[in-house]
């Protein structure tokens, strides 16, 4: 590592765009701006790039497979040693392998996919891999679709090239769900692709008469060109028009407000009475607008649809990159084995860092297991021979033999996975703006109609119905219908590339008002994992525990040798006489001074302890972290603490939210104690800090709170957290939002995933929620303004299908240009340069 | 002008044909994944 850091520094820096951009050393793109390491001269977009970059620099500038030996040779990526024999399992071909003739073929995602020289990389696999015919990678998904023959080469050692080139894969778990929305896409695709082609014909129909006005037109022409727009227009109406027909007569049969009533209103009136005139050989026809309109607002629907689809993708995809193999003792050997294959009674090897497969029994060993995804408990739990142990939590300092008691849907997660099905299937949908202005709409188009339809009907009775088809015609919502998804892709797009996954399009309406935010504590407020709170004590003695504590690889002292690391190197102590007690602490000699680290009990049986040192350590234990005694050459000189440590951004956030007038409350299956600690320290109220909850009871704390907020007032529940045991209350809440680092469960439940660490970028969040609903409003504007005016004309009596035809686009057209050119989220390129100028030391 | 009677439906068939390969070419994936080849053709020896 050392190594790598002099070889990358002592190049040339990376290129810097015209525009200030810092950008990767080997592929000119834009680096995004939370890969920018300040300490080094190079920078690189992706692991891909490195990779690459460090091979050409390190051998000259020869081709990429003559280097194929030194590649084999390079120190392996992390995560490289598994052996992925799995893979060749039985059970694992079933799920997720397909015999094509000769070859089989697999998907599988890989982690670390971002440029064009990672697919340079991977696609080039078949000439590394004897026996692999072809890898072709779709690179904005990070899937790799492999075809090998079984007979000359196994997946396990193509997934084992794959992580040493530093992309890690996983089998692609969602292949049948994906399928079918694949299915869906497409056929979303041709629909638009007809309606498309009929407009424009239709169009072009009308062209022609519009002209023949003017000038004489043979009366054969005029009626052939009506009746073919006839038909077209119909076919338009019933195959890709019928979804508006479809969600307007449920919206109809369950009394909800929906935007598709106007429209199909609107859609209805034009069309069948165009059809009547056509029929009768005189009148005004409105095929043109009708079809455009069908057009215009199945184009806005797809483009929202593939956006969202597309985060949700990303969400899903990311379930891949759960441990999805266990391994099993067969017979004194342990085997890779898929998890599905686990049963009841066998033996599997959970080795330290690994995460548990199955709930079950410790056979043997005695390590320390992390429960926090499950339990919320943010202090490690000691296991031993005859402890129970949960799937989904994480072993952390020791292998463990664990006898298989239940796997799958039958363990803890797997319960608490019914229980989000749950909480989801109870969730009152939101009724969205655009729905709540449509049902105004429509009232206000009949009101207006019927005005139209009696005013005329008294003057001229011959054209009443004429003029009331206009009216209708022109004030359907079209700048409404179709700028409202524009705006939400465009929005869900920019938030997906910031590393924000919005999943739904109600979550931005829900966001854009202060509300009620629940949050989770540990993972979500605290980092998850142990580490320095405290130091009381001379900064003199710091190195030497660094240095007794280097030694050991229990996790309190891995944690704590590397919160105290000293930025100068601390190799002039010199350890030795080791002797390290398990779960009660560690004995060294530095450097002819005898030192003594651990629990008070430990150091007081080896050293003599202050009064001072012992009352602060009871008063730390009492708050929930574990006080670490530190005793030199006989007496207590120093007391540490390791406890969960609140993310440095969380005092920010949670201040700016209150002051936003956000009403926050902590709940968290931890300690009362412990959660009053972090609590306080962030500004809550001892009432608002919610401890000891069960996943059960937080899913009754937000169902409960959900119904004390009133509907009409736009006050949302929100609730923000990353474990299984959230899982359930963010499925429930208006809004789930899971952090970076979350469970499956989590992921699967929650309507945004934030991947970048910690809530801050809740408040980012939020602010693209809150313009991007401004946004909304101001199209709703532009919307009414056109459709008052038009409406105007068509009770006047002066609206006839031209003029119709030019109104419509010109109103959607502007409501377009609004959405397009309004803010949101702010575009990547943007923050980059704002990172790229706060980061002096990315900059030549 | 009565040619036009011939010309137009002529049209509209092409119109047909055209969104016929097109509903062809998506339904055989054509554009599942637009945005990879473009990058892949960069590479293409």
Known sequence: ?844 | MSVLFIVVPLAVLLAAGGVLAFAWAARSGQFDDVDTPAERMLHDE
């Open chain 1, 1 to 844: 590592m050392a190594a790598e850091a002099t070889l990358l520094s002592s190049s040339a820096p990376s290129p810097v765009s015209r525009r200030g951009l810092v950008l990767c050393k080997h592929c000119n793109l834009v680096v995004p701006p939370g890969l920018i390491d300040a300490t080094r001269e190079a920078q690189f977009c992706c692991h891909g790039c490195e990779t690459a970059y460090s091979i050409i620099h390190t051998c000259g500038l020869e081709r990429y497979y003559e280097l194929r030996q030194q590649l084999d040779d390079r120190a392996p990526a992390p995560g490289t040693d598994r052996t992925y024999n799995d893979f060749d399992d039985d059970t694992f071909r079933r799920l997720h392998t397909r015999q094509i003739g000769p070859l089989t073929r697999c998907e599988l995602f890989l982690h670390g996919v971002h440029c064009s020289a990672c697919l340079w990389l991977i696609e080039r696999l078949p000439r590394m891999v004897k026996g692999l015919v072809e890898a072709r990678l779709d690179l904005r998904r990070g899937i790799v679709d492999l075809a090998w023959d079984d007979g000359v080469v196994k997946l396990s050692h193509i997934a084992r090239t794959l992580a040493s080139i530093g992309y890690p894969p996983q089998p692609a778990r969602d292949r049948k769900s994906r399928s079918h929305r694949v299915a869906e896409d497409r056929r979303q695709l041709v629909r638009l692709a007809a309606a498309g082609a009929i407009a424009a014909n239709v169009m072009l129909f009308a062209l022609a008469l519009y002209a023949g006005i003017f000038d004489a037109m043979e009366p054969a022409h005029r009626t052939m060109f009506r009746w073919l727009s006839m038909v077209l227009t119909v076919l338009s109406l019933v195959w890709p028009g019928a979804v508006f027909f479809k969600s307007s007569w449920a919206a109809i049969r369950t009394r909800t407000p929906h935007i598709d009533v106007p429209i199909a209103l609107a859609l209805f009136a034009g069309g069948a009475w165009s059809v009547f005139t056509t029929i009768k050989g005189s009148g005004e026809i409105y095929f043109d607008t009708v079809s455009v309109l069908v057009f215009a607002l199945l184009a806005g629907r797809f483009f929202q649809s593939r956006q969202q689809r597309a985060s949700a993708d990303d969400v899903e995809l990311l379930f891949s990159l759960t441990p999805s193999s266990a391994r099993r003792v067969e017979g004194g050997v342990t085997r890779d084995v898929p998890i599905e294959s686990l049963q009841t009674g066998d033996l599997v090897q959970v080795l330290a860092g690994d995460s548990l497969p199955c709930d079950g029994e410790v056979d043997s060993g005695d390590s320390l297991v992390d429960e926090s995804l499950l339990s919320g408990e943010s202090r490690p739990v000691r296991v031993t021979h005859g402890d129970r142990v949960a799937a989904g939590t994480l072993n952390i300092s020791a292998e463990l033999f664990v006898r298989v008691q239940t796997v799958g849907e039958e363990t803890r997660v797997g319960q608490l996975m019914r229980l989000v099905a749950d909480g989801a299937r109870r969730k009152a949908p939101i009724v969205r703006f655009a729905d709540v202005v449509g049902s105004w709409f429509t009232l206000g188009m009949l009101a207006l109609a019927a005005i139209t339809l009696g005013i005329w009907l008294w003057l001229d009775p011959a054209h009443a119905v004429d003029h009331a088809v206009a009216l209708l015609v022109v004030t359907c919502p079209c700048a409404l219908g179709l700028a409202t998804p524009i705006v939400i892709t465009i929005a869900t797009g920019r938030a997906a590339r910031r590393g924000m996954l919005i999943k739904g399009g109600d979550v931005i309406q829900s966001l854009s008002k202060p509300g009620v935010m629940i949050l989770d504590k540990t993972g979500t407020l605290t980092s998850g994992g142990l580490s320095l709170v405290a130091w009381h004590g001379e900064d003199s003695i710091r190195p030497l525990v660094q240095a007794v504590e280097a030694t050991s690889n229990h996790p309190i002292a891995k944690a704590l040798a590397r919160d105290l690391a000293a930025p100068v190197a601390s190799n002039i102590y010199r350890v030795h006489d080791a002797n390290q007690i398990l779960g009660r602490g560690i004995e060294a000699t530095v450097n002819d001074r005898r030192v003594v680290i651990g629990s008070l009990s430990f150091v007081s049986t080896l050293a003599r302890v202050t009064l001072e040192h012992a009352d602060l350590a009871r008063r730390w234990a009492a708050e929930g972290i574990t006080p670490i005694l530190v005793a030199v050459d006989g007496i207590s000189a120093a007391l540490a603490a390791m406890g969960d440590g609140i993310r440095p951004e969380a005092r920010a956030t949670l201040d700016e939210l209150r002051r936003r007038g956000w009403q926050l409350r902590i709940a968290s299956g931890d300690h009362q104690d412990v959660v009053t600690r972090v609590g306080s320290a962030l500004g809550f109220t001892l009432e608002d800090c919610l401890g000891g909850l069960s996943p059960e009871a937080k899913l009754t704390l937000v169902e409960r709170t959900k119904a004390t907020l009133d509907p009409r007032s736009g006050r949302r529940l929100v609730m923000v957290g990353d474990g299984v045991n959230d899982a359930a209350a963010l499925a429930a809440a208006d809004v789930g939002i899971a952090v970076h680092g979350g469970a499956e469960a989590s992921l699967a439940a929650c309507d945004v995933y934030l991947s970048r660490p910690g809530i801050g970028s809740i408040l980012e969040l939020l602010d693209g929620c809150g313009r991007s609903m401004n946004v909304i409003r101001r199209n709703l504007w532009v919307s009414l303004f056109y459709n008052t005016t038009a409406a105007g004309i068509a009770v006047a009596g002066l609206l006839n299908p031209l003029i119709a035809a030019i109104v419509m686009p010109i109103s959607s057209l502007s409501a377009l240009a609004v959405s397009l050119k309004s803010r949101t989220f702010p575009d990547l390129r943007e923050s980059a340069r704002l990172s790229a100028s706060r980061q002096p030391g990315s900059r030549p």
